[in-house]
């Protein structure tokens, strides 16, 4: 990994931590969010989750404040990805009840596709994609990867399968949706400062929803393992993830570190074979490695045509 520091060629050492930290943590969330669901419903789990990390971020807030360097702007502009991040993160975890985590993750990385949906709408300096045969042949990519791993999954037929899928689908537009939202509100805000306002903004909703679709009194029989796992769950696959990826972006870009996190599926399906004995077929394996290349070559476009412009 090149660090744009500088031209030197030399590996980045801090960055490649980072994306690996990333990786890692980004890869236990699932397998802790589907062992919570035995022992309290999506909302109230989210609500728990999500407070944790909110906590943990807090002292971002007060050290910017107290140095003056908090941009104030940032109140107002993280409403929107906000509201997008809490209509994602409970249809994450709700959609946990429904089906295993590796098949899960495999599929929300159509995500790419609404992601690139949606920054032709926002961002017009991402519209010359349209003319790159990376970007057409990645998403084409993506949507046979997509079918391909749903329709070849063993218990297809089965409602509660069926719920699963759709959970998941609903979960990769409003991840798209959060991810191009993110992007615009906070592209001249610092990162750090972005994520814990939006953190805050988004445990009053889960809150509401906690409130009005959970039962909170299920956390009165969980234990100290599973209060454990609520903690480290929140801290390391929330706060330290995002805050990894960030810093990794500011050090490398974005490439790179996305190519990265497109290993998380294969990661959090052998974990959930060992926890869950979760496996694919051959057929979704290969198409769930149809799904990742396509992504890949998306990627790879936009950061094509960001070299293509910074020549002009």
Known sequence: MVSQRDNSHKIDLVATAACLGTLTFWS???IF??????YVDSWTQNLLRYSVACVFLLPWLFYFHRTGTLDHRVWTRAIPPAAANVGMQSLWALSM???DPGFLTFLTKSNILWIAAFSMI??????PLLKSWRFWLGLALCLTGVCGVMYFKVDFDRSGSKLGIMIGLATAFMWGLYVVLARRAFRDIDSRTGFSVLSLYTVGGLAVLAFWRGDLSQCLDMG????????ISSVTAISLAHTFYYAAMRRIGATIPG????????????MSYFVFHESMSLYQVF??????????LAIWAQQHLGRVSAAK
């Open 28 to 30: 236990l969330g699932p």
């Open 122 to 127: 926002l961002f017009p300096e991402e519209r």
């Open 33 to 38: 969010i589907k062992y919570l669901t035995g």
């Open 287 to 296: 198409f769930g490695i149809l799904l990742l290349v396509g992504a890949g």
């Open 97 to 99: 009840y429904y089906a």
């Open 224 to 231: 100290a393992w599973q209060w454990f796992c609520v903690v």
């Open 259 to 270: 190519l990265i996190v497109l290993a998380q599926p294969t990661c959090v399906l052998t």
